[in-house]
């Protein structure tokens, strides 16, 4: 079982940045590909970045593609999103996830965790 506690959230600007942290108190998820999934009001939750287990490979949803950037630290057991350049539009609840791939469709991930809010202020 993989817990997965999300951190970082809180009302920013737009044009500001933000860094928010996935990370597995108590365990272990190193061998996991984690996504970042976002969850805005009134709509499904869309991918939007993902990392293989030893950080080598990454991919973005288009609409983040070049301000947002997935990395993963895994001797600290966390993974990070850096936001940056942030619009309105990025408005949402933001939830990392783990899986074996870094795929794009949620259900390709086994643990999920609770989000943490991301609103953007115009």
């Known amino acids: 079982q993989v817990q997965l506690v999300e951190s970082g959230g809180g009302l920013v600007q737009a044009g500001g940045s933000l860094r928010l942290s996935c990370a597995a108190p108590?365990?272990?998820?190193?061998?996991?590909?984690i996504g970042w999934f976002r969850q805005a009001p009134g709509k499904e939750r869309e991918f939007v970045a993902a990392?293989?287990?030893?950080?080598?490979?990454?991919t973005y949803a288009d609409s983040v593609k070049g301000r947002f950037t997935i990395s993963r630290d895994n001797a600290k057991n966390t993974v990070y999103l850096q936001l940056n350049s942030l619009k309105p539009a990025d408005t949402a609840v933001y939830y990392c996830a783990a899986g074996w791939t870094t795929g794009r469709n949620t259900k390709e991930y086994d643990y999920w965790g609770h989000g943490t809010q991301v609103p953007v202020s115009s």
């Open positions: 108590g365990g272990t998820f190193s061998n996991y590909a």
């Open positions: 990392v293989i287990w030893s950080g080598h490979i990454t």
